[in-house]
């Protein structure tokens, strides 16, 4: 079936505006994890959901970040009031299983002028 | 002791030669080692994984060399190509557990 799809693939905004970034996951895949990789980084851990357990948000680097996951569907991660140091490419990786094997969707890249 | 610690930063290869490529964890709780490559502009792609139980895995022409008692593991990339220059990260996760913990990677360049 399909793989993971991020949307938008781009987005520029303006230093303070709000963005949401969307994931949709593989179907059946129960957990669903975001990252943030900078440029020339590793990934860094932002947040984790699996299934209707209460999600795991103890990488989200500011309450400017937040998350929200529909049952085992798509995920949107939204970060308000956006400054330069927000800028990065966002991951989302979806496995079938805790622990199992996470398929990355493409990224959505995140430039705040 | 949630670090994986990965090296080199970058590498450049001639064309089939090998490239090699080290990560060391202190978590000994840590009991699945997978590999990811990222090529520009996409998401990292699971490569090869290893369970501490063996000491190498291959595939083709990569290969994961486990060392329990030292913690550490490495990829080795044989006849390098230059279609395998991209980045490749470690990680290492606990089974039942859920957040794996990723090096910081290794950008690679094999040379035609």
């Known amino acids: 079936g399909a793989g993971v799809s991020q949307s938008p693939s781009n987005k520029v905004t303006e230093k303070g505006k709000d963005v949401e970034l969307r994931c949709d996951p593989i179907s059946g895949h129960t957990a669903l994890y975001w990252y943030r990789q900078r440029l020339g980084q590793g990934l860094e851990f932002l947040i984790y959901f699996q299934g209707n357990s209460a999600p795991d948000k103890s990488g989200l680097p500011s309450d400017r970040f937040s998350a929200e996951r529909t049952g085992e569907s798509v995920s949107t991660l939204t970060i308000q009031r956006t400054q330069q140091e927000d800028s990065a490419v966002y991951l989302c990786?979806?496995?079938?299983?805790?622990?199992?094997?996470?398929?990355f969707g493409p990224g959505t890249r995140l430039t705040v002028t | 002791q949630q670090q994986v610690k990965q090296s080199p930063q970058s590498l450049i290869v001639q064309k089939g030669g090998i490239s090699i490529i080290n990560c060391a964890y202190e978590n000994t709780a840590f009991d699945y080692f997978p590999w990811y490559q990222q090529f520009p502009g996409k998401g990292p792609a699971l490569l090869i994984a290893?369970?501490?139980?063996?000491s190498e895995k291959k595939e083709g022409r990569f290969t994961i060399s486990f060392n329990k008692s030292a913690k550490q593991f490495s990829l080795h990339i044989m006849d390098s190509q230059p279609g395998d220059s991209a980045t490749y990260f470690c990680?290492?996760?606990?089974?039942?557990?859920?957040?794996?913990?990723f090096g910081t990677g290794t950008r690679l360049k094999v040379l035609a």
């Open positions: 290893i369970r501490p139980d063996v």
């Open positions: 990680a290492a996760i606990t089974s039942g557990t859920y957040k794996y913990i």
């Open positions: 990786a979806s496995s079938l299983v805790r622990s199992g094997e996470q398929y």
